[in-house]
Nanobody
Framework: QVQLVESGGGLVQAGGSLRLSCAAS????????VGWFRQLPGKEREFVVA????????IYADSVKGRFTISRDNAKNTVYLQMNMLKPEDTAVYYC????????????????WGQGTQVTVSS
Protein backbone atom coordinates (compact mmCIF):
# COMPACT_ATOMS: atom_id res chain seq x y z
CA GLN A 1 0.00 0.00 0.00
CA VAL A 2 1.37 3.38 -1.04
CA GLN A 3 0.38 6.62 0.66
CA LEU A 4 0.75 9.85 -1.32
CA VAL A 5 0.85 13.40 -0.01
CA GLU A 6 0.85 16.40 -2.31
CA SER A 7 2.18 19.78 -1.31
CA GLY A 8 3.21 23.06 -2.88
CA GLY A 9 -0.13 24.38 -4.03
CA GLY A 10 -1.22 27.94 -3.44
CA LEU A 11 -2.30 31.21 -4.96
CA VAL A 12 -0.21 32.72 -7.73
CA GLN A 13 -0.67 35.40 -10.34
CA ALA A 14 -0.92 34.53 -14.01
CA GLY A 15 2.54 34.06 -15.45
CA GLY A 16 3.93 32.85 -12.15
CA SER A 17 5.31 29.49 -11.10
CA LEU A 18 4.67 26.81 -8.53
CA ARG A 19 6.34 23.50 -7.79
CA LEU A 20 4.18 20.69 -6.53
CA SER A 21 5.59 17.70 -4.71
CA CYS A 22 4.15 14.25 -4.29
CA ALA A 23 5.79 12.38 -1.42
CA ALA A 24 5.21 8.66 -1.11
CA SER A 25 5.50 6.23 1.75
CA UNK A 26 4.99 2.50 1.94
CA UNK A 27 4.92 0.06 -0.91
CA UNK A 28 7.32 0.11 -3.85
CA UNK A 29 6.80 3.62 -5.15
CA UNK A 30 9.96 3.50 -7.23
CA UNK A 31 8.56 0.74 -9.41
CA UNK A 32 5.39 2.63 -10.40
CA UNK A 33 4.54 5.15 -13.03
CA VAL A 34 3.17 8.34 -11.49
CA GLY A 35 0.63 10.72 -12.89
CA TRP A 36 -0.65 14.18 -12.07
CA PHE A 37 -4.30 14.97 -12.61
CA ARG A 38 -6.39 18.02 -11.88
CA GLN A 39 -10.05 18.56 -11.17
CA LEU A 40 -12.53 21.36 -10.86
CA PRO A 41 -15.75 21.00 -8.83
CA GLY A 42 -18.35 19.13 -10.81
CA LYS A 43 -15.89 18.22 -13.54
CA GLU A 44 -14.11 15.01 -14.38
CA ARG A 45 -10.55 14.49 -13.33
CA GLU A 46 -8.25 15.68 -16.12
CA PHE A 47 -4.90 14.19 -17.05
CA VAL A 48 -1.96 16.58 -16.78
CA VAL A 49 1.26 14.57 -17.05
CA ALA A 50 2.73 11.16 -16.25
CA UNK A 51 6.20 9.72 -15.82
CA UNK A 52 7.41 6.14 -15.89
CA UNK A 53 9.17 4.44 -13.01
CA UNK A 54 12.64 5.29 -14.18
CA UNK A 55 11.84 8.82 -15.26
CA UNK A 56 12.87 8.30 -18.86
CA UNK A 57 9.43 8.52 -20.39
CA UNK A 58 6.87 11.25 -19.92
CA ILE A 59 3.54 12.20 -21.46
CA TYR A 60 2.08 15.70 -21.20
CA ALA A 61 -1.38 17.00 -21.91
CA ASP A 62 -1.30 19.45 -24.81
CA SER A 63 -2.59 22.19 -22.54
CA VAL A 64 0.55 22.12 -20.37
CA LYS A 65 3.28 21.20 -22.84
CA GLY A 66 6.17 23.60 -22.70
CA ARG A 67 5.02 25.04 -19.36
CA PHE A 68 4.97 22.11 -16.94
CA THR A 69 7.79 19.67 -16.20
CA ILE A 70 7.53 16.44 -14.26
CA SER A 71 10.49 14.77 -12.59
CA ARG A 72 11.07 12.19 -9.92
CA ASP A 73 13.65 11.29 -7.33
CA ASN A 74 13.13 7.65 -6.39
CA ALA A 75 15.75 7.88 -3.66
CA LYS A 76 13.47 10.40 -1.96
CA ASN A 77 10.22 8.71 -3.02
CA THR A 78 9.08 12.02 -4.46
CA VAL A 79 7.71 13.24 -7.76
CA TYR A 80 7.75 16.91 -8.65
CA LEU A 81 5.64 19.04 -10.96
CA GLN A 82 7.23 22.32 -11.93
CA MET A 83 4.54 24.62 -13.29
CA ASN A 84 5.65 27.76 -15.12
CA MET A 85 3.76 30.43 -17.05
CA LEU A 86 0.64 29.58 -15.11
CA LYS A 87 -2.72 30.60 -16.52
CA PRO A 88 -6.08 31.11 -14.79
CA GLU A 89 -7.34 27.99 -16.55
CA ASP A 90 -4.75 25.97 -14.64
CA THR A 91 -6.74 26.60 -11.47
CA ALA A 92 -7.83 23.26 -10.00
CA VAL A 93 -7.13 20.74 -7.30
CA TYR A 94 -4.06 18.78 -8.36
CA TYR A 95 -3.74 15.11 -7.48
CA CYS A 96 -0.84 12.74 -7.85
CA UNK A 97 -1.46 9.09 -8.49
CA UNK A 98 0.69 5.96 -8.51
CA UNK A 99 0.33 2.27 -9.08
CA UNK A 100 0.34 2.06 -12.82
CA UNK A 101 2.97 -0.19 -14.32
CA UNK A 102 3.23 1.90 -17.49
CA UNK A 103 2.70 5.53 -18.32
CA UNK A 104 -1.04 5.95 -18.69
CA UNK A 105 -3.35 8.92 -19.00
CA UNK A 106 -6.58 7.50 -17.61
CA UNK A 107 -7.33 7.78 -13.87
CA UNK A 108 -8.54 4.20 -13.78
CA UNK A 109 -4.99 3.05 -14.45
CA UNK A 110 -3.78 4.20 -11.03
CA UNK A 111 -4.34 2.47 -7.71
CA UNK A 112 -3.17 5.08 -5.23
CA TRP A 113 -4.14 8.73 -4.92
CA GLY A 114 -3.17 11.64 -2.75
CA GLN A 115 -5.63 14.03 -1.13
CA GLY A 116 -4.92 16.83 -3.58
CA THR A 117 -3.51 20.32 -3.35
CA GLN A 118 -5.28 23.47 -4.50
CA VAL A 119 -3.71 25.62 -7.18
CA THR A 120 -5.31 28.97 -7.85
CA VAL A 121 -4.07 31.28 -10.59
CA SER A 122 -5.40 34.81 -10.54
CA SER A 123 -5.65 36.95 -13.65
Amino acid sequence: QVQLVESGGGLVQAGGSLRLSCAASGGTFGSYAVGWFRQLPGKEREFVVAINWRGGRTIYADSVKGRFTISRDNAKNTVYLQMNMLKPEDTAVYYCAAGATIVIITPRGYDYWGQGTQVTVSS
